[in-house]
């Protein structure tokens, strides 16, 4: 059985992308074969997380959703991709970074249902242990429906007011659509906060629980989404809690 985990913020920019794309090779360094895929139709990012910037002619998620190819023949298997190469394997479905491919997909033509059938299909056939789905920020049908058929939703919010106002409606939507575990990350804490004091007062104000409050970090900042933060900094601090963080999550 796949473990299917939705990553997913109200407001953009909170770091969902850099955050499933460290978490998919931790995974896969523990021997797990994972798959990671980019839900962000319009603005996607993730392969650039693995040093590509230009896809080529490999078949993306767009080529799924407008009918011509099945989902899993979108999965690369990136585990040569890294340096050094995880113990286990890891699949990535990108998203098309192509202008005309976007503008296909911002007009819809496909099935909502679409994207969520396609997760299930891709999981057996690449006889997947956890699927990490990155998701685009806000709300459209296509993710509520991925949240709810995912086992985890991991929220990412930053301690922003505007953050928590957005959060507080993705929890509620979640429960309504009796929604998986839900767990809250909070990210981009200022270091001279107490990470531990911002987890308690978000864990209270809503209810749910934290699973870890990540500081800002030099080093993401950095790399700036050209490269993995658990490859180049494996003992710095954001690695170890990345580290904690996946080990409750699976
Ligand atoms: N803890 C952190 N410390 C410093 N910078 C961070 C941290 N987390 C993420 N970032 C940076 O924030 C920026 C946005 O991150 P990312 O693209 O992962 O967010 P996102 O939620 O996927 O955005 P979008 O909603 O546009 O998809 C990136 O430049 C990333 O390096
Ligand atoms: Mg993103």
């Given at each position: 059985m796949t473990i299917t985990i939705a990553i997913h913020s109200?407001?953009?920019?909170?770091g969902k992308s850099t955050i499933a794309a460290n978490m998919a090779v931790l995974l896969a360094d523990s021997g797990m074969r994972v798959g990671l895929i980019d839900t962000s139709l319009q603005s996607p990012s993730l392969h650039m997380f693995f040093g590509r910037f230009d896809l080529g002619r490999n078949p993306t998620l767009n080529d799924y959703l407008a009918g011509r190819?099945?989902?899993?023949?979108?999965?690369?298997?990136?585990?040569?991709?890294?340096?050094?190469?995880?113990?286990g394997t890891l699949f990535l479905v990108p998203a098309s970074g192509e202008a005309d491919k976007i503008l296909e997909s911002l007009r819809?033509?496909?099935?909502?249902e679409a994207l969520s059938e396609g997760l299930g299909a891709l999981s057996n056939d690449l006889d997947l242990d956890v699927l990490l789905v990155d998701t685009p920020a806000g709300l459209n049908e296509e993710t509520l429906l991925t949240i709810a058929a995912a086992d985890r939703l991991l929220l990412l919010l930053r301690p922003d007011h505007q953050d928590y106002q957005g959060t507080g409606v993705v929890i509620e939507l979640a429960h309504r659509l009796g929604s998986p575990k839900l767990l809250l990350l909070v990210n981009?804490?200022?270091?001279?906060?107490d990470t531990g004091e911002v987890a308690m007062r978000v864990a209270t104000g809503f209810g749910q629980p934290v699973i870890a409050a990540l500081p800002h970090s030099e080093e993401l900042q950095m790399i700036g989404s050209g490269g993995l933060l658990v490859r180049r900094h494996p003992n710095s601090l954001s690695t170890s809690i990345l580290r904690q963080i996946v080990a409750e999550l699976v």
């Open positions: 109200f407001r953009r920019g909170t190819c099945e989902l899993g023949m979108a999965a690369i298997n990136i585990s040569r991709w890294l340096n050094p190469p995880p113990v819809g033509s496909y099935h909502a981009e804490v200022p270091v001279s906060f």
